[in-house]
């Protein structure tokens, strides 16, 4: 009986030892294992929480709030203002250093306007734009002359630069989530014109879709030659995924499609060191020269970093590279003094020999534009350090610079857009709940 038992415990103590061993062994695997990722933040346009970066840089909101209205009244009412009102329902904004009114700052003044919920000027801008710019007949009907002289009302050129359409379209889309299509203006009607004119362009009259089809990239003017290369500052992939959101023209997948083309040539545009991009390029990302200008970093280029952070704050879809591009890029502006950098680079860092002239100045400065939107990038960086860009941003003056330079309409709309996307007032507007 004694062996039996001593048996029995001794038999106990080999079972409690390997549950002992096992149990250790299973912990200690569970350390080796990786732990579940934590599922990547949603973007904004999932989660409707957009970041507000001025209130984290310590700044008060009430500061904040008067810190746009300021600049918005800067740029569509103050005495140095862009925007100009036509009789009682019209109204433009001009590039008054080239003496002309184009698609980029019309459209630009309707994405301000519903984005800051300023019914009546997006109403007069986008009754001057159809009047004055939308061709309504023949090959380009739908897409709009991209330049006109507001002296004469003389078209500088008949065909369309394709980031106007994107901005249109756009923001008539977020018009008709925001305001309804019953209170005068049918814009969602008005946003599927363009669209729908857009696909029937087939090569007649040399006139072609604003995006070609081919490389699902957005082409640089969708007419002859112009069709076959781009300018990676129209790549807006937060754009093409509104527009598969809320246009509802069959054309769903293609628009996420070309998002994401977006997001893939974006990678190969922007150099691995600096980040800078050419102003146009090849749909390879490699650099495309024009008649008028060497391939580098220029005014265009500018609006770059704005477009990459508000990619990743709406819809977070590539956000690991994202965050190493902010990084990249605000550590090569670091480098030329966050106060000091200038505005037109090689973008292998270096000082390009041709300097492109802004109006009738020919001069590398520190300019508000890249300023701006240099502090739009942090919405994207992880960097302890990224607050400086925005400091300097909220400190810099929309205001003539020392050689007496003043550009309110450039500058000071990628000023604005900058605050807007700061302090979370740039936003993928959905449909309001009583539509």
Request: hydrophobic share 35%; proline share 5%; with cysteine.
């Given at each position: 009986?004694?062996?039996?038992?001593?048996?029995?415990?001794?038999?106990?103590?080999?079972?409690?030892?390997?549950?002992?061993?096992?149990?250790?062994?299973?912990?200690?695997?569970?350390?080796?294992?990786?732990?579940?990722?934590?599922?990547?933040?949603?973007?904004?346009?999932?989660?409707?929480?957009?970041p507000?970066?001025?209130?984290?840089?310590?700044?008060?909101?009430?500061?904040?709030?008067?810190?746009?209205?300021?600049?918005?009244?800067?740029?569509?009412?103050?005495?140095?203002?862009?925007?100009?009102?036509?009789?009682?329902?019209?109204?433009?904004?001009?590039?008054?250093?080239?003496?002309?009114?184009?698609?980029?700052?019309?459209?630009?003044?309707?994405?301000?306007?519903?984005?800051?919920?300023?019914?009546?000027?997006?109403?007069?801008?986008?009754?001057?734009?159809?009047?004055?710019?939308?061709?309504?007949?023949?090959?380009?009907?739908?897409?709009?002359?991209?330049?006109?002289?507001?002296?004469?009302?003389?078209?500088?050129?008949?065909?369309?630069?394709?980031d106007g359409?994107?901005?249109f379209?756009?923001?008539?889309?977020?018009?008709?989530?925001?305001?309804?299509?019953?209170?005068?203006i049918?814009?969602?009607?008005?946003?599927?014109?363009?669209l729908?004119?857009?696909?029937?362009?087939?090569?007649?009259?040399?006139?072609?879709?604003?995006?070609?089809?081919?490389?699902?990239?957005?082409?640089?003017?969708?007419?002859?030659d112009?069709?076959?290369?781009?300018?990676?500052?129209?790549?807006?992939?937060?754009?093409?995924?509104?527009?598969?959101?809320?246009?509802?023209d069959?054309?769903?997948?293609?628009?996420?499609?070309?998002?994401?083309?977006?997001r893939?040539?974006?990678?190969?545009?922007?150099?691995?060191?600096?980040?800078?991009?050419?102003?146009?390029?090849?749909?390879?990302g490699?650099?495309?020269?024009?008649?008028?200008?060497?391939?580098?970093?220029?005014?265009?280029?500018?609006r770059?970093?704005?477009?990459?952070?508000?990619?990743?704050v709406?819809?977070?879809?590539?956000?690991?590279?994202?965050?190493?591009?902010?990084?990249?890029f605000?550590?090569?502006?670091?480098?030329?003094?966050?106060?000091?950098?200038?505005?037109?680079?090689?973008?292998?860092?270096?000082?390009?020999?041709?300097?492109?002239?802004?109006?009738?100045?020919?001069?590398?400065?520190?300019?508000l534009?890249?300023?701006?939107?240099?502090?739009?990038?942090?919405?994207?960086?992880?960097?302890?350090?990224?607050?400086?860009f925005?400091?300097?941003?909220?400190?810099?003056?929309?205001a003539?610079?020392?050689?007496?330079?003043?550009d309110?309409?450039?500058?000071g709309?990628?000023?604005?857009?900058s605050?807007?996307?700061?302090?979370?007032n740039?936003?993928?507007?959905?449909?309001?709940?009583?539509?």
């Amino acid at each position: 009986m004694n062996l039996y038992l001593k048996f029995f415990q001794r038999s106990k103590s080999i079972c409690l030892l390997v549950c002992v061993l096992c149990i250790g062994l299973g912990s200690s695997t569970a350390q080796r294992l990786p732990k579940p990722a934590k599922p990547p933040r949603k973007g904004a346009f999932y989660t409707g929480q957009y970041p507000n970066l001025l209130r984290e840089a310590g700044y008060s909101q009430a500061d904040i709030d008067k810190k746009v209205t300021q600049a918005y009244h800067d740029v569509f009412e103050g005495p140095n203002r862009v925007y100009f009102e036509v009789g009682d329902s019209m109204a433009y904004v001009s590039d008054l250093k080239n003496h002309d009114v184009r698609t980029e700052g019309v459209s630009y003044g309707l994405m301000v306007a519903v984005q800051l919920n300023k019914k009546e000027v997006f109403d007069r801008i986008w009754r001057w734009s159809k009047k004055y710019l939308q061709h309504q007949e023949g090959p380009l009907k739908g897409y709009f002359a991209w330049s006109i002289n507001p002296a004469t009302m003389k078209r500088n050129s008949e065909g369309p630069a394709s980031d106007g359409e994107l901005y249109f379209v756009t923001s008539l889309l977020f018009a008709s989530n925001r305001w309804g299509n019953t209170t005068g203006i049918n814009y969602y009607k008005e946003a599927r014109n363009i669209l729908d004119a857009m696909w029937k362009k087939d090569g007649t009259g040399d006139v072609y879709n604003l995006i070609n089809t081919q490389h699902k990239q957005i082409s640089f003017v969708p007419v002859g030659d112009m069709y076959n290369w781009t300018d990676p500052s129209y790549h807006l992939p937060a754009f093409l995924e509104v527009w598969a959101e809320y246009a509802n023209d069959g054309h769903e997948q293609f628009y996420r499609a070309c998002a994401d083309t977006s997001r893939a040539f974006l990678h190969r545009a922007c150099n691995p060191v600096t980040g800078l991009n050419y102003d146009y390029t090849e749909f390879s990302g490699k650099p495309h020269a024009t008649k008028w200008a060497p391939p580098a970093f220029r005014y265009d280029s500018w609006r770059v970093p704005m477009n990459i952070a508000m990619d990743y704050v709406w819809f977070g879809k590539d956000k690991a590279w994202q965050e190493q591009y902010a990084q990249r890029f605000q550590g090569f502006l670091r480098s030329k003094g966050i106060n000091t950098f200038e505005d037109q680079f090689n973008v292998d860092g270096s000082r390009p020999d041709f300097i492109l002239q802004a109006g009738d100045v020919k001069k590398l400065r520190h300019s508000l534009g890249l300023v701006a939107t240099s502090a739009a990038a942090s919405l994207a960086s992880q960097d302890k350090q990224k607050l400086d860009f925005v400091h300097a941003v909220w400190n810099a003056k929309l205001a003539p610079y020392e050689d007496g330079y003043f550009d309110p309409y450039y500058d000071g709309l990628l000023y604005l857009f900058s605050l807007m996307h700061l302090s979370g007032n740039y936003q993928a507007i959905k449909p309001a709940p009583h539509h």
